[in-house]
């Protein structure tokens, strides 16, 4: 018994730091998020001041005594942070944004890596210090753009799509780099052959885990789908998020890489939304935490110290990230408005920053002063946002007046030009199909022979036949993905336009080839795993024979492993913001949605009653209502509450109609005035009302109530007609407000 006392009592004494710890550290973060949230600023400068105040750098305020524990909760935090990144991520968004998007953030990422490093090396930092600088200057914060666009209200603009989509492609990158930094971080240094490996290898598993989430995973959603109540649907989506977590560890990369993958898988399921409210509070709490995790790191004395270097990045962040950005904008074709509004709504950075910033301190490649510094620059960029987004329109008319007349008008004709460029030749969706149908069917059959490699053929190698068994069952489930890659045809009228010119014939037969002789290579590669030269040698021709004598079984197998997948992948609709932007509308038209709210007096009227067109200029392009899509709606059609309209405009109609929208709400009061409503006896003696009707009385306008009895020699009659006529010793009942009953009965 002495033993077990012992031993609960060091358990307690062992616990009781980390609950003082989560106490305290939740508690600063609450008061910090309502008063954050009371001065209307973004509620992340509040978990970091709470880490400050929490932190061993501030001795006026009780500290966190284990820090070790709150580490471990952080790298929990940044999970379930990057998981609900993920799910808001979407691999359909990705191939939706568009080359406008995709210039701009690649362009304004390249710079800021290049520039962020070469300031580091001007300060005289060390060479890993200078590369995480560049990297971590290079991402913009989604969250605080999010909010700055909310509060700014223009995220219905054609400059918050290219915005969107800028952040999206930023996301993907800022994965990729966390792979390479940790590949230079373990080598110390640029080795060429390192890095090409660790991009082939980061692609290889990205395709392996995408295209086997999306095959199993909404399936077995579906499958469950009566059985997952809320509770089991969190619980099933953390389980998923870890088991990814677990599989990037175990190849080799971030915890944070495996947790963002499963998020993206999830997002293209019909339960993502769901499955996103879910995990929401879980994602708050840890991801509180590790915001505060930040904040404790903040040192000022660090800061006094490195104050001049937190001057030079934050001007460098702000005007480096607003001009490459605005430039990646030009050269993608846009506008010189639009190219300004988006350039400034990127200069700042945030969460993934601090990401980055954690991996370099976890791998102990960064010296101690550079996570001080990157929050100090992301707390002053964060007050910067919303101004620079303010004044993007009024700096982008100033410039436009004050560039050479000649400057303008080649930007203009450059952005028209390019705009109308919109259709990719036959040749290059043809190159485009044969690389994504190679690269896919070529790394799930080399997944497949590396896990029959492992697992099947030590099960059976003890066996008499045990290699030639392996070899058949790895032949049998690679093979209609083989026929796939060899004998598939992609971009079937494209192929035939081009086979109509005589200068084409070499080039795509010479794809075909290439494609057969891959395939070969891979029944080869097969058989030179389970067996010796010579015996593959027969077996290679043996396979080629089966291959060949049974082209449309492995067709029909194929097909419905496709539609499988595919079905799996089309389930969930991209949203609307990223569906079809730009493509309906030339010029400066965009598309924009609005939600037509519950107390709009717009609803129940038609498009025709309403002449949104004649008023404003623009096209209703389509109606949502539920899960139904009206495109093209008629004049006929009527607006209903809930419906979700996408208008076609430019950002000037589209503000006149927001504010359109806005005025035609019924206002709402904060506060309604309580009133007591109750049920009173009133005895008709001697009043004016007295020979009148109930409607005539105006006693229902004069109580604010109803009668809802009255009592007449004996009888009673429950809720009488209006049109009854009161008589003197009528006992009514009435039921209205306390106060104005008093004051008619008094009269």
Known sequence: MFLILTA???????????????????????????????????????YLIAGFLAGNH?????????????????EIGVIFLLFSLGLEFSFKKLMKVGGTASITALIQIISMVFLGYWVGRFMGWKNMDSIFLGVILSISSTTIILRAFDELGVKGRKFAGIVFGALIVEDIVAIVMMVLLSTIAVSQQFSGGELLISVLKLIFFLTLWFIGGIFFIPTLLKKAKNLLTDE?????????????????TKAGFSPALGAFIMGSIIAETTQAERIEHLVKPVKDLFGAVFFVSVGMLINLDTLVEYALPVVIITLLTIFGKSISSMIGALISGQPLRQSVQTGMSLAQIGEFSFIIATLGMSLKVTSD?????????????????PFLIKIATPFSEILEKKLPK?????????????????????????????????VIHSVIIIAIIILSSRFVLPLVEHSKFGNAIAAIITLIVISPFLWALSLRRVAINEVYILMQERKHHGPIIM?????????????????????????????????????????????????KIESHFMSNFNDRETRRENKRQNTLSPWDGHMADFNIAKESNLAGKTLEELAIREQFGINIASIRRGDVLINIPIRTERLFPGDEISIIGTDDQVKEFKIYLDKNEIDIPEKVEQTDIILQKLELKNRVCIGKTIR?????????????????????????????VLEDSDILWIAGEKKKIAEFMKA
Request: glycine share 4%.
């Open 232 to 248: 089991t649907m969190l619980i099933m989506s953390l389980a998923l998020c870890l088991m990814m977590v677990i599989l990037a």
């Open 696 to 724: 005539e009385s105006q006693i229902r306008e004069k109580t604010h109530g109803i009668i809802v009895g009255v009592e007449r020699n004996g009888k009673r009659i429950l809720n009488p007609e209006s049109h009854l």
């Open 511 to 559: 794809l075909v080839l290439f494609r057969i002789v891959l395939t070969l290579f891979y029944i080869g590669f097969v058989l030179n795993t389970f067996f010796s030269t010579g015996v593959a040698l027969v077996a290679f021709l043996i396979a080629i024979g089966a291959y060949i004598l049974f082209p449309k079984q492995l067709h029909a197998v194929y097909n």
């Open 369 to 385: 002063f550079l996570y001080p510094i990157v929050v100090a620059v992301s707390a002053i960029t964060t007050f910067t946002t």
């Open 8 to 46: 609960i009592t060091e358990a307690s004494h062992h616990l009781y730091p980390l609950i003082s710890d989560l106490g305290l550290i939740l508690m600063t973060a609450g008061v910090a998020v309502l008063l954050f949230k009371k001065i209307k600023q973004p509620l992340v400068l509040g």
């Open 58 to 74: 501030f001795d006026f305020f009780p500290s966190v005594k284990d820090v070790h524990s709150v580490e471990v909760w952080a």
């Open 406 to 438: 000649k400057w303008v008008r080649s930007i203009n004709s450059y952005s028209s030009n390019t705009q109308a460029i919109k259709s990719l030749s036959n040749w290059q969706i043809v190159l485009r199909s044969s690389f994504i149908q190679i």
